[in-house]
């Protein structure tokens, strides 16, 4: 048995501003925005939604779908966004199981293909991601990798 528990945030509502605070403390992100996308979501107002990986009851893995991740190419939606796994849990599996858990998610809502902009070679191809193109980040002096899952 998995010591693990992934979930969407429909199944767990009540973690709503936890989950915000959580991505905000990752990425800088104000918790405000975070927390009107998960609104949205839980509203169902959008099909884009908010994955979690539980450690008991704490947070230590998760990611989003929005329309677009802070970058050029509006066309390019939507989005995997705010990936991440607390350090001390990473290399057991966490990302691939959300990033699975998201593709089958939105496949079943009829949303395919997926886009992901990163700086990382060879951990999304790992998991049926393959690379697309460069875009630029709003922002950002540099070029940023764009991934797409069919």
């Not at 945030?9 to 990752?26: D, M, R, T």
């Not at 929005?66 to 970058?71: A, R, S, V």
Request: glycine letters at 10%.
């Amino acid at each position: 048995m998995s010591e693990y528990t992934y979930i969407t945030l429909e199944e767990k509502p009540e973690l709503k501003n936890a989950a915000a605070e959580w991505f905000h403390s990752k990425w800088g992100v104000p918790a405000e925005a975070y927390l009107e996308c998960m609104t949205e979501y839980l509203n169902k107002t959008t099909d884009n939604g908010w994955y979690l990986c539980l450690f008991g009851d704490k947070i230590v893995g998760g990611m989003g779908v929005i329309d677009n991740d802070f970058h050029d190419r509006k066309d390019l939606s939507p989005n995997v966004c705010a990936v991440y796994t607390e350090e001390e849990h990473r290399g057991k599996g966490i990302a691939g199981a959300l990033l699975r858990m998201v593709v089958q998610d939105m496949k079943s809502k009829g949303i395919t293909p997926l886009y992901l902009v990163t700086d990382h070679t060879g951990f999304y191809e790992r998991y049926g991601w393959e690379f697309l193109c460069m875009v630029q980040g709003d922002g950002e002096p540099e070029m940023t990798r764009m991934y797409i899952h069919k």
